[in-house]
């Protein structure tokens, strides 16, 4: 029996996939659930070929900007918050408007999610996910001690106890870990409108309230870490917590797919988490969030493709299967709860029940979250500071911020002026 014959083109020859490029920082844990999207992306569309380029998320936000102008790939996924302004300022992303309007995506982002993905009434990106921070552990480290996830904050307060009492690090984190924490206990301390209000620029970072969230850093991070954060990242803090040099974590939900991923371990049975506690009852609990979305350079080679990628990317059919490979949580409103494992339906359900606020990494620019950065460094580094010390380290924070707003103020002002 002679071979079937391919189907080709006038000439005789096969006519030739082609190749559109897709830029992400989407390796270890999330790699699968964007393998599948792509999978899904190609079975619908035979004739192109999907070409990733991945980097690690360091490399890729501190690189990008200037990949985009020089080489760009044909789409693009990022971080939403402050950080992308720099390209939708100078027009470095498409306008997919009409993607928007012809695929109703208005009806099925969330609201928080939708005004980040647009500039000036024109939309500009597609969301992908979304993800929120909690305080990871392992069950066997909490039984052997007789240990109970905390619901309030003298509960945790009381957990981080018993814990240095046994010999245990009570909590591990990392350089950026710090930060992570300083956000998620400034949103328990200020609530959501104080702590939005300090993003907007309308609040002082000189307030009482941060400097109520740095003394309590302080008391955790002298009795209860861990020592010297700043000497290992995210990824070697995970690994001492597998390792039982430390009882608790705090860090985004990916952490969920990457156990599943690296060590075989199933939601809720090896490995589980809790919501930082409120720490003020009249505040209650207050929730961090951040996302990523899709979006097109501008000088795109593929701009046609692109597009029509994104329209598939920002589907229901392309969310569910991201979502049942272990991404995380879906933006899709409709993906069914039933395809998330345990842990992401949990903390999905969590976020529809409390306020939410977006994570200062991406919510605030450089300039501010670097000095808060230091400033973090000086609080965790310095456990004897006095409350006047960290009344000034708030003022400098302060101080960065207006000279931020004040010169953001003159750029537009200058921008009026020559229009």
């Keep these: 029996m002679n071979p079937p014959v391919k189907r ?7 006519a ?4 559109l490029e897709i830029a ?16 899904g992306f190609e079975k619908k569309n035979p004739h192109v070929r999907a070409r990733q380029k991945i980097m690690n998320w360091w490399t890729y936000t501190t690189t990008m900007k200037r990949e985009i102008r020089e080489s760009p790939p044909d789409v693009i996924v990022h971080d939403i918050g402050e950080n992308l302004l720099r ?11 009409e993607i928007w309007e012809r695929k109703n995506f208005h009806d099925v982002f969330p609201e928080w999610i939708k005004e980040k993905c647009s500039y000036h009434g024109r939309m500009y990106l597609v969301p992908s996910k979304y993800f929120t921070y909690a305080v990871w552990y392992l069950t066997d480290v909490f039984k052997k001690h007789g240990v109970k996830p905390p619901r309030t904050w003298d509960e945790f307060i009381n957990v981080c106890r018993a814990f240095k009492e046994s010999g245990v690090h009570p909590i591990i984190s990392s350089g950026d870990g710090i930060f992570d924490l300083f956000m998620s206990l400034l949103a328990q301390v200020g609530g959501a409108s104080f702590y939005e209000g300090l993003v907007r620029g309308v609040e002082s970072w000189k307030d009482p309230r941060v400097v109520e969230t740095y003394e309590i ?15 290992f990242n995210s990824p070697m803090a995970w690994v001492k917590l597998n390792n039982r040099e430390a009882a608790m974590h705090l860090q985004g939900d990916w952490l969920n ?15 589980n988490y809790f919501l930082l506690p409120p720490i003020h009852p009249s505040i209650g609990r207050v929730m961090v969030v951040g996302g990523n979305a899709w979006a097109i350079p501008k000088n795109a080679r593929h701009p046609d493709l692109a597009k029509r990628f994104l329209e598939y990317a920002g589907s229901l059919e392309a969310h569910t299967l991201m979502a049942k490979k272990g991404m995380g949580i ?15 339906a949990g903390l999905r359900n969590e976020l529809s029940k409390h306020p939410t606020v977006h994570a200062l990494g991406s919510a605030l620019p450089l300039k501010i979250t670097s000095m808060i950065i230091m400033q973090n460094m000086k609080i965790v580094m310095n456990p004897d500071l006095r409350r006047k010390d960290i009344e000034s380290l708030t003022a ?17 002002l200058r921008g009026y002026l020559s229009g």
């Excluded at 080709?8 to 096969?14: E, V």
């Excluded at 300022?89 to 408007?97: H, P, Q, R, S, V």
């Excluded at 850093?217 to 000497?231: A, C, D, I, T, V």
């Excluded at 797919?257 to 490995?271: L, N, S, V």
């Design 8 to 14: 080709q083109k006038r000439g005789g020859r096969t």
């Design 16 to 19: 030739p996939k082609k190749t």
């Design 24 to 39: 992400h920082f989407w390796a270890g844990a999330e790699q699968e659930p964007v393998n599948s999207l792509i999978r």
């Design 87 to 97: 390209f939708l300022k100078d027009g470095e992303l498409l306008d997919i408007t």
């Design 217 to 231: 850093l302080q008391e955790l991070s002298k009795e209860y870490m861990y020592p010297h954060p700043f000497g």
């Design 257 to 271: 797919g990457m156990w599943q991923r690296e060590y075989g371990y199933t939601p809720g049975k090896e490995y």
């Design 330 to 344: 879906l933006a899709h409103r409709h993906v069914p709860e039933k395809v998330y494992d345990r842990i992401s």
């Design 396 to 412: 400098e924070i302060d101080m960065v911020a207006r000279e931020h707003r004040a010169l953001r103020s003159l750029n537009s």
